[in-house]
């Protein structure tokens, strides 16, 4: 099998601050332990568009998308929120970030491979219809699922989040769209500080205590996340990949290891091998430790082959 995997050079430009986690390193990493692992001759590298308004309409208010144009700066930084700003070269690598799902459908709809890695920053998982927040600009796999929708038609649409924080950006777009699933495992309470008590029911809120390991992950997933895609038959699943609750990263308290990505998206492929002619966009979201998230990436994307 080969995976698309999509990159661009723009995502590497875009910076928050010297000493922000959410780095170019993080790419670098990736791509690192990629070349080791040898793994990149089951890749085909691809670069993405930019997303187009169009395409960023679908999820974000108009509003919204305008007053990003209109603050990305020509010299200097500006900051959208406490620990989101935008560099002269934010804007281009949000449009590529996004962009890059949107290629990963067409990818997979033009029937050249059934899976695909997107390998972009900024992370999108926190972007809501009108807020950048947590490092998101744009919520790049809302992005790619508006345009499964509206572009192929489908009816039933997953998104599955491991990100140690919540994706409270692709529960604000998609809590009213009964073609979409959304099903999210998250450190509570812990930032962004969702309220679980929104119960719209195609959200689907998988609270983990601090402390949690990979047993406790697992057994929450197949009691309630895998039996909600068995029962919604997804004809595409998008992941939000976050490794932020490994246990290296210090971004965290749950402690899961290369061998609990390997599960989840094996579980993942099991449900998109049944109903999905085995077709899986995983999108990149958090991930700080440099070295477990470069490990459990090729781990990730070895379970996808
Ligand atoms: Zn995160």
Redesign the pocket.
Known sequence: MTIAFITHHDCLYHEIDEEHPEASARLDAINDQIIASGIDIALEYVEPPLATNEQLTRVHDKNYIESIFRQAPETGRVDLDSDTSMNPHSLNAALRSAGAVIEAVDSIQSGKMSRAFCCVRPPGHHAEKSNAMGFCIFNNVAVGAAHALESYGMQRVAIVDF???HGNGTEDIFQEESRILFCSSFQHPFYPFTDLENHAENIIKIPLDAGSKGAEFRQNMEQFCLPQLEKFKPELIFISA?F?AHREDDMSHVSLVEEDYIWITSKLAEVANKYAQGKIISVL??GYSLSALGRSVVAHIKAML
Do not use: L, T
Request: aromatic content about 0%.
């Open positions: 990100d140690v924080h976050g932020d979201e958090g």
